[in-house]
């Protein structure tokens, strides 16, 4: 009973709670103007121009938190108060997004595996499901189950490669304003504080999915 509680508490509370974080950590410092004046499109423009991106474009993505690095277009995308305000959280938004511009010009290795095995996952994830629930409500179909989590585990896969491609983004984030005297020293904990509240996002993501993986096999195992 201890372990289904933990289980559900995890399922249900985590996600909720790394919303909650990210949100709230970036609503507080997005309140807070950057003492370099820049907007986050202007802090992302310099940074790729200082590392030779000039090829890379940074544009207004509609929407809330929409950032994003698109290595097929070679754009960075910030959503529009991040695009047009200056502010901390904005800064380093748009620094973490250009981190993901750097790795890719380096061929960052777990960035590349993530890119080859987006289109695999998202396949594989959707089609599991169906396996996954014509085993599980059809007992003597256990095999469909099996075939179902092996494809369920792809999606996984695809969850875990993605930790390291953020924190590394960030870590390469915070090196570059701090660097190129984007953010003041005293700014530097706030910065970090927005980068750690999104990367909770991935993590809490990562453990349910993990969680959900075991909780099927263990099913499937006791049938056998």
């Known amino acids: 009973m201890d372990v289904f509680w933990i289980y559900f508490g995890v399922i249900l509370l985590l996600p909720i709670y790394a919303q909650f974080k990210v949100k709230s950590t970036y609503k507080k410092y997005s309140k807070i103007r950057s003492t ?3 907007t986050g499109a202007q802090v992302a423009r310099l940074i790729l121009d200082q590392n030779g991106l000039h090829d890379v474009k940074v544009v207004e993505s509609q929407g809330f938190l929409t950032d994003h690095y698109n290595p097929m ?3 960075v995308a910030l959503s529009t ?3 047009h305000e200056s502010s901390v959280a904005g800064t380093a938004v748009a620094a973490h997004e250009v981190g993901h511009a750097i790795q890719d010009k380096e061929a960052y290795s777990f960035l590349r595996f993530r890119h080859r095995l987006a289109p695999v996952a998202s396949l594989t994830s959707n089609a599991s499901w169906v396996f996954i629930m014509i085993g ?3 007992s003597s179909m256990n095999s469909l189950l ?3 989590i092996l494809l369920m585990a792809v999606g ?3 969850q875990i490669v993605t930790l390291p491609v953020e ?3 960030s870590s390469r984030a915070m090196d570059q304003i701090v660097q190129l005297g984007i953010i003041r020293n005293d700014e530097e904990p706030q910065a970090k504080k927005v980068l750690s509240a999104a990367a909770m996002t991935y993590v809490a993501a990562t453990a349910v999915a993990v969680l959900e993986l075991v909780r099927l096999i263990l099913i499937f ?3 056998d």
Request: charged share 10%; hydrophobic share 45%; aromatic share 16%.
């Open 36 to 38: 370099s004046g820049m």
């Open 73 to 75: 277009t070679k754009i």
């Open 81 to 83: 108060s991040n695009y």
């Open 136 to 138: 599980i409500i059809f």
């Open 146 to 148: 099996g075939i179902g």
């Open 156 to 158: 996984v896969l695809f």
């Open 167 to 169: 924190f590394n983004a």
């Open 221 to 223: 195992t006791s049938r």
